[in-house]
């Protein structure tokens, strides 16, 4: 029989409808393995949901080179004009749990991974271009006020605005969240961004700094409060069904990759900082740069092993590309691959989702899911240096050396920081309609909330700009404090 049913060990299976009994009525008898092995795997059937990001929606796909970068970077994956380059993408809500409806308020994880010819690049941004927090001491805190409060256990409106009204800096992310942005339709409708500044590196080892940009070629769809409302209340997978249904249709969502370019020397003399996770950089300074496109145009044949169990780090970067001293950036280089060992296992990376299609030498040894072979042709080569023909470091692909200064110090990063005048800038961009949905979707976000925290976060946006203030306040029956 060619398709004959196994156990794990490959021992034929003769009956898979029956349990092994004493009797027709039972009980059962201990040595039915079959039965046994069934319900032990079953029990093992979950993983650790992600701590944040839990629930997601992914696709595979390819990113295309159209125009030349090379005079930035060395990347492999950029080298010429034509390059294909096989991708996995993972959008996410950052809040909700893996059950969690698709349309609710919230920012959308854009996770990408690049299998380039150099290992695998992950960028593992949001569809908004900052966020609420500078400082990466400050994101378990802020992660703790969008999940649930102990006692209660559901979502507190009051724990969430009484920490952004604490942290100014927020005010930018929050005016992006509560305006139409902070909803869109599917994943297909929203742009992605790198969100930190990263730094290319060329041939020349000239260093620069760079953002990335993913613009969505669908066109931006949103939804109001109501109308998500009605969304989730006929089906919680609305954006599952639209990624899935839509690549299934052999209509491929595409996505134009841009990148802004500042010159490394110019960070010195920027009027804001431009490591601050919490900034743009303005497009009139460093103008977009046209780079590719990305198609996503094939979806998982089984979603656990190629979107739950992927594995993207803004640790996985390759030749080409670097970090920058943006802070929130240098703390997410460890937690990320902290988690996949914690949530997936030590060899989390050979997991064929996470495998780069690249050669991969290491002398990392043992541990739960040694599956694989010897990484190394000659198994005498584990450690290093070895005179048995080992993987030998590559000194061509070293990063230029990153000019930095300063005394170790806590410094403040709420000193000399203006948190009004992007947010401003924004509220003041949008049209009539677009403020007063932003004010009503605030005031339905601060629902229940006291009233002091209301007035402080009320001061902020006025900061920003005196009719942001006003409306808000008139939306929520208060007065901006004077
Ligand atoms: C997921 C930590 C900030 C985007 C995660 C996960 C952790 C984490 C632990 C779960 C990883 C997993 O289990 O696979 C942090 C820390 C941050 C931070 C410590 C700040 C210091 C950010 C920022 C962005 C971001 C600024 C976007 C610009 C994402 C995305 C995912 C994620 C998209 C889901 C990735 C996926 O689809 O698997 N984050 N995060 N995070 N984070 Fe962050």
Known sequence: MANRLTTTAGNPVADNQNSLSAGPRGPLLMQDYQLLEKLAHQNRERIPERVVHAKGWGAHGTFTVTHDITQYTRAEIFSEVGKKTDMLARFSTVAGEMGAADAERDVRGFALKFYTGEGNWDLVGNNTPVFFVRDA???????????????????SNTAMWDFWSLSPESLHQVTILMSDRGLPTAPMYMNGY??????????????????????????????TNAEAAEVVGQTRESYQEALYGTIEKGEFPQWTLFVQIMPETDAEK??????????????????????????????????FTEIEMAA????????????????????????????HRYRLGTHYEALPVNRPKSPVHHYHKDGSMRFFDNFNENPDAYYEPNSMNGPQEDPSVAEPPLRISGDAERYNHREGNDDYTQPGNLFRLFNDEQKQRLFSNIAAAMEGVPDEIKLRQITHFAKADPAYGEGVAKAVGLSVPT
């Open 137 to 155: 001491y400050k994101f378990p805190d802020f992660i703790h006020t969008q999940k649930r409060h102990p006692r209660t256990n559901l979502r």
């Open 312 to 339: 993207f780090s803004p640790s996985n970067i390759v030749p080409g590309i670097g970090f920058s001293p943006d802070k929130m950036l240098q703390a997410r280089v460890f937690s990320y691959a902290d988690a």
């Open 270 to 303: 920027t009027s804001y900082n431009p490591f601050d996770l919490t900034k743009v950089w303005p497009h009139g300074d460093y103008p977009l740069i046209e780079v590719g496109v990305m198609e996503l145009n094939r979806n998982a044949e089984n979603y």
């Open 194 to 223: 790198g969100s930190h500044t990263y730094s290319f590196w060329n041939d020349k080892g000239e260093r620069y700094w760079v953002k990335f940009h993913f613009k969505t070629r669908q066109g931006h769809l949103h939804l």
